[in-house]
């Protein structure tokens, strides 16, 4: 197959031969180091219309196959390195091309070829979402699922290099969601509508201190492109149900405002089956049996929507306003059938449970930002947030039971109505100091208030008398205040920079349990350094080495007390006793030729947040709930490395490995060990000519431990074909995800007085066809060179001040 593939390309090569000139150069440093995956883009001199790109392998050597290239200019770029613009193409061989080095090297460069669908950057890892085939009509929680380092569990908690704590921001804002709420926000997200996803292991001060295995950042698409333009995008999909993903985006670009919005709409239907065999234990002797056969139907209806506008009233000054919004429906409709046996393995009872639950959840947040840089270059940074989350459901349990010794039978009927919402208000100052050796001085302050209200209503229907339960009845109120500054310092010289920084963050909590009027308060005041070292040997090897310390508060969800049923004996509860966790995080990382990366992490956590299946007292119950664990060591190890087969063949392969050392005890039981996790992920492009490309993806998780439960090997190939048609106005994507349908959990708890072994069928395997046409003018407005530099320190501050 691959002896046809070469003789396939090698033949259309010279039916283009005669067609097409070959435009060849090498891309180098001023020390005349080659410059490995420069970009070359060439376009039309009349409009700037993009003609041809490529991206120069690790000799810096390129080669362009063009037609008439003497009507296009070139314009070569890599980050850390001014672009570089070849007015004329005027012969085959442009020999040796020298990029020179920026005067100030930016967290990040917008390129205009196709990116690799891993990066690494300089502080983090970034995952090109819009460049991924097999992420097509998938949503954003699927796409993290494939993405390296993180693990998602059947719970739906996201882990990073091992470590539960990641905090999710979406455009540089902390979602403070977690649990269901931020599972349900990221499944309300298609890929299309998302530019990259920054996976950031050790964030600076500038960042809150809330998380302690590090911050995922969700990138949305805005308009680079001047005038108007914009996308849509149509997904169908077919798994074991229909799903339906479709977005249309808009841009409207001039020199001192632009507009931009994104309007989402998903319907899918989820399937989920969990078979469970439990065993309950008084020591090491079983006391009782259950099978469990639990069959789920989740409909999900999404529509989101983002308004904003960015206005530049003159080259300094940038102001921004921004609204976004979500509706999500969705129904639990499920069947749980749970059979009893006594310790001769004798059937004893059955119970089968019926639950329909209708729930809405809703979202809007805005936020107005304003930034000016002064002459001195110095810039000043003002956010103003403002969110607020609705959610409510009405809930249906019905139960009949039969005891086989007596031959009696019963039925329960528990209804549940819930109310709620979340207020959240913020206000971030940052300001920067470049100084004149190249040094810099930042700091920053920030507010938070959050306000958060849950009224859970449960009453039983006996034969058409509604009965209030007071058991299971109840409202939570909680209140929290983050009041936060830090300042940072920044070395920057030839071969080395160094950065130390402080965040000091004072947090008061007030919870409420109106019912039984049980108050609780707490108060602390933390400080958090950062300190990161970075050293460039020569132009192959660079080092790195940061520490720092963090936090985890609970999240509203898992300090709130509510009971959430899958049938009689199996619940999730919440754990208003929750203490926050405290982690000092180190990091060594090297990295060669600016590509390949290593990085080792060391991390110690007092009062580990984490989530533990456990026997409810001496009932004959399970309960899912948050814990805290008294110590954690974790260590963690990851490898990124891309690896060109040939000029047709692109690759990246990325290692995470970790053990998480626990010390502690568990619901009265003593805990005391490592549990290690290794996965691998690789990613495989594919370029097959005349616009036609094939990406493959495959994950493999290693058998592992999630605290108390041991978890199979989970693995998942993936596969997506792209055609650009219309003139390259519009995209065709087909994407079969999970294609040997092994991405679902399968596991064992024995911990205590319970044995559970369980599989969790879900719907991962999936196809989707997905349709892109590009709309406007494609084509950048050629600007000033004064201006243009103005304009990307304004992008650069807008960037930065998001990071309060």
Not at 36 to 48: E, G, I, R
Not at 762 to 768: G, K, P
């Amino acid at each position: 197959m691959l002896k046809k593939n070469i003789l396939l390309l090698m033949s259309v090569i010279g039916l283009w031969g005669n067609a097409q000139k070959n435009i060849t150069g090498k891309v180098v440093d001023i020390d005349n180091n080659a410059i490995a995956f420069a970009n070359v883009v060439a376009k039309l001199k009349t409009d700037s219309t993009l003609v041809k790109g490529a991206i120069s392998d690790d000799e810096g050597s390129f080669n362009l196959l063009m037609k008439e290239p003497e009507t296009c200019f070139l314009m070569i770029s890599y980050v850390g390195f001014k672009t570089k613009t070849i007015a004329s193409i005027i012969s085959d061989d442009l020999g040796t091309i020298v990029l020179d080095e920026a005067a100030e090297q930016l967290n990040e460069v917008a390129v205009v070829v196709q990116k690799p669908f891993i990066q690494r950057e300089q502080d983090k890892l970034v995952v090109n979402v819009e460049n991924s085939i097999v992420s097509a009509g998938s949503n954003t929680l699927e796409v993290l699922g494939r993405s390296p380092g993180i693990i998602i569990n059947q719970d739906d908690n996201i882990s990073l290099s091992g470590r539960s704590g990641v905090r999710i921001y979406i455009d540089n804002k902390d979602t403070r969601l977690q649990g269901e709420q931020l599972a349900n926000l990221l499944r309300s997200l298609p890929s299309s509508n998302i530019e990259k996803i920054e996976i950031i292991s050790n964030p600076s001060v500038r960042y809150e201190a809330q998380g302690n295995a590090g911050i995922i950042n969700i990138v949305t698409k805005k308009g680079k492109l001047y005038g108007t333009n914009g996308s849509l995008t149509l997904s169908p999909g077919q798994g074991k149900y229909f799903r339906w993903n479709n977005s249309v985006d808009f841009n409207h670009r001039t020199e001192n405002f632009n507009i931009f919005g994104q309007y989402s709409f998903s319907d899918m239907n989820r399937y989920q089956e969990i078979v469970i065999d439990r065993v309950f234990l008084q020591g090491d002797d079983p006391i009782s049996y259950y099978n469990l056969q639990n069959d789920f139907e989740l409909p999900i209806s999404n529509h989101n929507g983002r308004l904003g506008i960015d206005y530049n009233p003159n080259e300094r000054t940038t102001i921004g306003l921004l609204f976004s919004g979500l509706r999500s429906q969705q129904k639990n409709i499920s069947t749980s059938h749970v059979f009893g046996f006594d310790i001769e393995r004798t059937s004893i009872s059955e119970e089968l449970t019926t639950t329909n639950i209708k729930s809405n959840w809703n979202q809007f947040t805005t936020n107005f930002n304003a930034g000016h840089r002064f002459k001195d270059k110095s810039s000043i940074d003002l956010n103003l947030d403002y969110a607020r989350y609705t959610n409510g459901s009405d809930q249906n349990f019905v139960s009949d039971f039969e005891f086989f010794d007596t031959g009696d039978t019963a039925q329960d009927i528990l209804l549940g109505d819930v109310d709620g919402f979340l207020n959240l208000a913020g206000i971030t100052l940052d300001y920067r100091l470049p100084l004149k050796n190249g040094n810099v001085f930042e700091t920053g302050w920030k507010n938070t208030w959050v306000t958060a209200d849950n009224d859970l209503k449960y009453v039983n229907d006996q034969n058409g008398t509604i009965v209030p339960n007071e058991n299971l009845s109840n409202h939570f109120i909680y209140d929290e205040a983050i009041y936060a500054a830090y300042a940072s310092y920044s070395i920057n010289k030839k071969k080395w920079n160094a950065q130390l920084g402080l965040r000091a963050e004072n947090t008061f909590i007030k919870g409420n349990q109106v019912i039984t009027d049980n108050v609780f308060k707490n108060d602390y005041f933390n400080l958090f350094p950062t300190a990161s070292y970075n050293y460039t040997l020569n132009e192959k090897h660079a080092l790195g080495i940061s520490l720092g310390r963090r936090i985890d508060r609970p999240s509203y969800g898992q300090l709130n007390p509510f009971r959430t049923f899958v049938n009689t004996n199996t619940f999730r509860e919440g754990n208003p006793f929750l203490q926050p966790q405290f982690t000092w995080v180190s990091e060594l990382n090297y990295t060669f030729k600016r590509r390949y990366y290593v990085a080792l992490n060391v991390g110690y956590t007092t009062d580990n947040l984490n989530n533990a299946i456990i026997r409810n007292g001496d009932e004959e119950v399970v309960v899912v709930k948050p814990i805290n664990i008294d110590k954690l060591k974790s260590y963690s190890l990851v490898a990124s490395f891309p690896v060109r087969f040939w000029n047709w063949w692109e690759s990246n392969w990325n290692i995470n490995a970790s053990v998480s050392d626990f010390d502690g005890e568990i619901n009265g039981f003593n805990f005391d060990r490592n549990n290690p996790v290794v996965s691998l992920n690789t990613n495989h492009n594919f370029n097959l000519g005349k616009g036609y490309r094939l990406q493959v993806n495959a994950f493999y998780l290693f058998p592992n431990y999630a605290t108390v439960t041991k978890i199979e090997t989970i693995s998942a190939v993936s596969l997506g074909f792209q055609k650009n048609i219309l003139k390259d106005k519009a995209t065709l994507r087909f994407n079969f995800n999970d294609i040997f349908w092994n991405q679902y959990p399968t596991g064992r708890t024995r911990f205590g007085s319970l044995d559970d072994t369980f599989t969790s069928y879900r719907d991962t395997r999936f196809a989707t066809l997905s349709f892109t046409w590009r709309f406007g003018k494609q084509t950048v407005q050629p600007q000033r060179r004064r201006q243009s530099e103005i304009q990307n320190e304004l992008n650069r501050a807008r960037q930065t001040n998001n990071n309060g």
